[in-house]
DNA sequence: TTCGTTATCGTGGTGATCCCTGAACGAAAG
DNA sequence: CTTTCGTTCAGGGATCACCACGATAACGAA
C-alpha cells in the first residue's frame, strides 16, 4: 500500500526507535543511521522519500549528510529533528537546503503529521523557529562572523577568548604587544564588537572555543 | 510476575517512546513525566523501583527531582540518562545521589541490563563518564567554585561576567566603585582566577550566565 | 605596476583594571 | 568579650586595554 519511505538518521539509537515507534503507522522506516556515513550511505542506497535529521552528529553535521546525499545526486526531501533552538543551527541548516526544522521538546504524536506535510512540500517548522524565522536575513546579514578573520586573527581570538591579556598572547605568538592590538583592533571592526569580552562571548557561543572543562 | 516497575523522566516525548520500547520486555513502565513537578508527582504516587532520569528537564533539573522525591521520604534508585558528558553535570547528579550515570550516545541495545545494573545496587556509568569519575574527587576538591563566595560577590560576578565594567556595577548596585574592586579582589582569590576576563569565561563556562546573545 | 590584503611594529594618550595598604561598622561565632 | 567575616570605602601606583594615526614589508591579484 506505498506507504512513504523514509530514513531515520540520529545518533541516539532510543531516540531513533522512539521517532520509529511514533511514524510506523503511516511510514516505512527503510533505514536507520547514527553518522554522518553511514547516513550518505543508507540514504544514496534506499532513495527514501524523506530523512529525518540530527542536527549534530558525530564525525559532522546534518548539513554534511544534506550536501553528501545531494552530490550522489539523490534527490529526497529533509526534515531537521534537533535538540536545538539556537538560531546558527537553524540558519545552517536551512542554507543546507532542508524542508523542515522540528524541535524534539516540542512534538510527540504530531511527529507523524509535521513529515508529512514536510513530504507533501509545505515547510513545518516548530513554533520556537517560527519566531525568528521572519528575521532570518537579518541574522545571516549581520553576522559579520569569524570566517571573515584572517588565520593570524583567528589565532588571536583564541588564545584572548582563554582569557589570555595581550601581553601574554603576544608572548605566545612572538610577536610584539602592538601587533597583538593591531589584530585586536581589526577583529573588533570585522565582527562589530567593542570589546575583547564581547569577542569572547561570540566566540564561545559559535564554537570556535569550546570551554576548557569537561 | 512482578516486573520491575520503573517511571521515565525525559522532556521529549520522543526519546520517551525509545526508551519504553527497550524497556518494555524487562520492566514495568508505570509513569513518564516531562518536567519536574509531573515527574515528582508521578514517582511519590506511584513509588516505583527505580526512575530513569534525564539530567536537563524544563523548569529544573534532574537534581530537582531526585531531592523533591527525597523529601517526600519515597525511596527509589535513580538512573541518569543524558545526553551530556559534561563533568560538572555529573557531579551535580552523583551529589545528589543518583545510581547510575548513562549517556545517551552509548546505548541501544544494552539500556535494560544497565537499568537492571543500578536496580540491583551496583552503578553503571557510560565509558565516557568512567574515565574522569577516577578523579572525581580531585575535580570536586579542586573546584574552588562559586558556592564559596559570598552573596554580594556573587551579585557581583554576575554583572562583571556580563561585561559590566567596575563602574557601571557600582552605579548598578549603588556603591563606590573602590567596593567593586574590592570584591573583585576576593573573587580572584577565592576562584584562583587574575583577571575580570577569565573570571568572565569561568562564569560563562559553569553556567552562571548565559550569553545575553541569541 | 599598482592596489588590496595581511602581518608586523611604532608613538602617544585616556580610562579601566588590578594590587597594596589601611580602615570602619555590624553580625555571627567562639 | 574577643575574634572572625562580610561589606563598605579610600589613596596611590602600576599595569592593561583600547583608540587614533602612521609606517614598513611581503604577497598575490588586477
Redesign the interface.
Known sequence: MSKPRIVLVD????????????LAERFDVVAEAGDVAEAVAAIVSTEPDGVLLDVHL?SGSGADVVSGVRAANVDCRFVCLS?SA??RDVVKMLQAGVDGYLV??T???R?PDLVAEALDGSMPVSPQIAGFLLDIDDAVAQEPSIEQLSPREREVVEYI???Y?YRKTAETMFVSVKTVETHMSHIFDKLGVA????L???A??SGLVD????
Chains 1, 2 share one sequence.
Open positions: 545518533d541516539h539509537e532510543i531516540l531513533r526507535a522512539g521517532a520509529a515507534k511514533y558525530p535538540v539556537d538560531k524534539k521538546s512534538l510527540g504524536d511527529l577568548a582563554r582569557g591579556s570589546s575583547r569580552h564581547e569572547a562571548i561570540r564561545f557561543e570551554g576548557g572543562a569537561s
